[in-house]
């Protein structure tokens, strides 16, 4: 077990330099009418110049893919990993995941004009450019805010403007709607989402946005920062309200030193589907807010908060096109290869780890 620890430890650390970079993405003013050609600037800091509209799009994660998916883009998709099968078609597509990561081979197979390689995916970005790809690496999304912008990056490298502002009027819509839920509530519970092996989420994560939408406040962000191992006295002194957990992680409120804590010993806990919690990406945000407001506040939440693509008109978009069909948030809790990370690159080798020290503390359980 301190064996397993150390090499954690040693992949949080390389984990958190990999693909670090500030740099947003910024377009030229030829994009103004998501026209083509276009050239932005990536998270490598390397402007990417896309001279025509791609046809075939590979991406190496699965919030780029469900991106593509919700903004009208899915016909361009030929590549995506296995956490994107759950897509509506996914099946079709070559599947490019490797054992970690993705096979280069696999995505240079699918011939494609463009790679979108959002930040889990860092250490692919160099040689799929050194085979002679097109990459776009995104930054990290660690708010609401960021999603907002990945989507509307996406859209103008693909071509389909109108589908991201109209993904984004969707997402905005819903995150007010529940925002106003809990806009008056008092003592908000503290809140933790365990990995497993002591992994948390914390501060300057997705997740901690998505958990202070729901209208908690995740209390390892107090003094914590990305996805820090804490050892059991720590945790104990967070002492959280309610344990998020996923079906990756669904009895570990009963496993220590969790089980020792409020939300252990009340047994109160918030059920989410990984892939909602750790896919940053439109279709995420809402099934995530709508379903965890509903268990933390029963009483205040109503199923009609609930803002279907329908119910957003053209004028809270930033164009006049027809919206697709509505995506209802699924409540659906059942496991799945599906249901993998797709955060950023911490969070990608931290949810593998964790699957491990969560069979370790089981089989130690007495």
Known sequence: MRRLSLVCVFVLLVGSFAGVAPAAATADTQADDCSFPVTMTDATGTEVTIEERPERVTTTNPSAAQTMWEIDGRSQVVGLTQYASYLDGAESRTNVSASFGVNVERVVGTNPDLVI??????????????????????PA??????IRAK??????LTGNCE?????NAWMDANVDAVRQVTADAEDR????YPLGGGYVAANNTFVTSLIELAGAENVAARNHTQYPQLNDEVILKLDPDVLFITENTATIAQMEPYASTTAGETNTTVTVQVRNINQPAPRSVVSFAHNATA??????????SYVPRSAVTPAETKTSEPTPADHTPSTDQSTTDASGPGFTAVGALVALLALVCTQQFRRRRP
């Open 117 to 138: 390689a959002p930040n889990a995916s860092a250490g692919d970005v160099a040689p799929l450019r050194q085979a002679g790809l097109t990459v776009y690496h995104l």
């Open 141 to 146: 999304a660690t708010t609401i805010e960021d």
């Open 151 to 156: 989507t509307a990056t996406i859209g103008r």
């Open 163 to 167: 589908g991201a502002s109209e993904a």
């Open 189 to 192: 519970p503290t809140a933790l």
């Open 295 to 304: 268990q933390l506040y029963p009483d205040r939440y109503d199923a009609d």
